[in-house]
């Protein structure tokens, strides 16, 4: 079983709609928390890091279950420039900074 | 201020040959991690260096990788006798501090996209 789950999608979704992304993580060690953004033929990019009190930035909004370990996050308002692959991401603190990806989630806004 | 480099950006190579790919850090940055991105897949970790030191090599898939960081700052991933399997794009990212601080934020290089042939 793979680290970090994802539903690779993909989820075209209108401008203007509100998109939800899921993930599990399989261990339960994971102590930190993330979403990356990549966009196509470039490199990941630090959207948003994932408390467990949940975290909001602008339109975007992350929630952390660690009883479930379950990590969400949910656009609104979406613009075609959110158009990229969400990568869902743990780092377990024993593991030296590893990250530990899961497949990503390729969203495609349309006008 | 200059991000993560890294070169060639794109590299054809015929299986069988050895390969050179090169990371250059943020300036300063402490920590340097590989990652391989198959087409399709997130990236999964290969080695990890603090300055010099390689404290982490558990993701290396083979002995045919090998990976070097030897004054703290530059790093080269080498692949010897390359196979099909290989044939992904390889990602450098850095982090300023050691990585024990948990959440320490990790920026990426454009990465090196290799196909063996």
């Known amino acids: 079983r793979k680290e970090v789950e994802q539903d690779p999608g993909p989820f075209n979704v209108p401008e203007g709609a509100t998109v939800a992304f899921n993930c599990t993580y399989s261990n339960s060690a994971s102590q930190s928390f993330f979403w990356y953004r990549q966009d196509c033929r470039k490199e990941p990019k630090l959207l948003m890091s994932v408390y467990s009190s949940g975290n909001e930035d602008g339109r975007f909004t992350a929630q952390l279950n660690r009883a479930s370990q379950y990590i969400s996050l949910l656009i609104r308002d979406s613009k075609l420039s959110d158009s990229a692959t969400y990568l869902c991401v743990v780092n377990r603190g024993s593991t030296l900074g590893r990250l530990y990806f899961g497949r990503g989630t390729q969203l495609t806004v349309w006008p | 201020g200059a991000g993560v480099s890294q070169s060639p950006r794109y590299k054809v190579a015929k299986r069988g040959q050895d390969v050179a790919l090169r990371c250059d850090p943020i300036s300063g940055h402490v920590s340097l991690f590989w990652y391989q991105q198959a087409l399709g897949q997130g990236p999964e970790f290969l080695t990890y260096?603090?300055?010099?030191?390689?404290?982490?090599k558990s993701g290396l898939p083979s002995d045919r990788f090998f990976a070097e960081r030897p004054e703290g700052s530059v790093s080269t991933l080498k692949i010897q006798r390359t196979q099909q399997e290989d044939s992904a794009v390889y990602l450098c990212?850095?982090?300023?501090?050691?990585?024990?601080?948990?959440?320490?934020?990790?920026?990426f290089g454009p990465g090196t996209r290799l196909l063996v042939l």
């Open positions: 260096f603090q300055n010099e030191a390689q404290l982490d």
């Open positions: 990212a850095s982090s300023l501090g050691l990585v024990v601080t948990i959440g320490e934020t990790q920026y």
